[in-house]
């Protein structure tokens, strides 16, 4: 089990792996990040290889990814996991939001995902869901950082909206009328699990 302690002295002035082969995730966290840290890394960029997520929490695969990141490159990483946890499902698919979504070949198709998850509660009278996104932030010495942010709406159907990715054309952020794929990608920065979390992550580190 990874140590996990903080130093108050530690900076981001310099390097920051991103470790993630998601360019959809990537995107999101440059644009972010931009101006924060003057060199981030992708991980296609690092050359990382994927990183089996045999974690059974968020926290878990976030930090088996980061600490993969930190021992391929030596820099300071920061990965996430992240998932959409329907309460009709009782948090499922949770941290196998990516697995639904796949086929017998490993090809991803949300659609087929989304269908299935309308399926199991299109009976039911409780539709609310949330995302989650974990940021574990792993240092060469073995320190890690984990933070968390989420977004509370309900599941609608049928899938609405051509932006965002995964799971957003199914997902109403509370307050709005609009699913997340239906949003700008300014619109969804203001509000998404993920710009959440790296809002509070440049509070803590930047």
Known sequence: MIDIAIKKDYALDDTLIVATLNEGKVK???QLLKGRVPNIISGSEANLDDVEETGVTFHENAALKAVAAVKA????????DSGLAVEALNGDPGIYSARWAEDENGNRDFYKAMDLIWDKIKDKDDHKAYFITVLALAFPDGHIDYIEGRVYGTIVYPPRGDNGFGYDPIFQPDGE?????EMTTDEKQNISHRSKAIKEFINKWC
Do not use: C, F, H, V
């Not at 009328?177 to 794929?181: L, N």
């Open 28 to 30: 999101e966290i440059n």
């Open 73 to 80: 490159t030596g820099e300071i990483s920061l990965a996430d």
């Open 177 to 181: 009328t609009r699913t997340i794929a």
